[in-house]
């Protein structure tokens, strides 16, 4: 008996990566909706050749719970309306520390004092190159 799903269906299977063109305008969506948002001391770390799990990290801060839960709601309605695809998000009830995951593209929204405490710039720098300071509009 054939498999009920067709290949049509599964021509491209979850964790695949796009190219790199959907990976970019991926990318500036992320940091142009957080830049609109007003998200404080956003950067990105390029991950392409280090790390499998993506891309791009982009971290940045909210000055409060409230605002990082609204910055990830809006990211992930926006990533949603322009690309057709789902991400998923974890820690939005207390919005200490928000991660989405859109494939290409990892987001980690915290509140000041969570973002320091853990401090991920340092740990996922590599030492080799420091992270770049994101922004969506030049001038910014």
């Known amino acids: 008996m054939a498999d009920p799903r067709s290949k049509s269906e599964n021509a491209t299977p979850p964790g695949t990566k796009n190219g790199p063109a959907d990976v970019d305008a991926l990318h500036a969506l992320i940091t142009k909706s957080l830049d609109d948002d007003q ?20 971290i940045a801060s909210g000055r409060s719970s409230r605002q990082v839960a609204s910055m990830a709601a809006k990211l992930a309605e926006r990533i949603k309306a322009e690309f057709g695809k789902p991400v998923r998000i974890e820690g939005l009830p207390t919005a200490d520390w928000v991660l989405i995951d859109a494939d290409d593209v990892i987001v980690h929204l915290f509140r000041p004092e969570v973002r320091s405490f853990y401090n991920l710039e340092r740990m996922w720098a590599f030492g080799d190159e420091s992270p770049t300071a994101a922004t969506a509009a030049s001038g910014a």
Do not use: C, R, W
């Open 39 to 58: 998200a404080v001391e956003m950067i990105s770390i390029p991950l392409a050749g280090k790390s499998s799990i993506a891309d791009h990290m982009v």
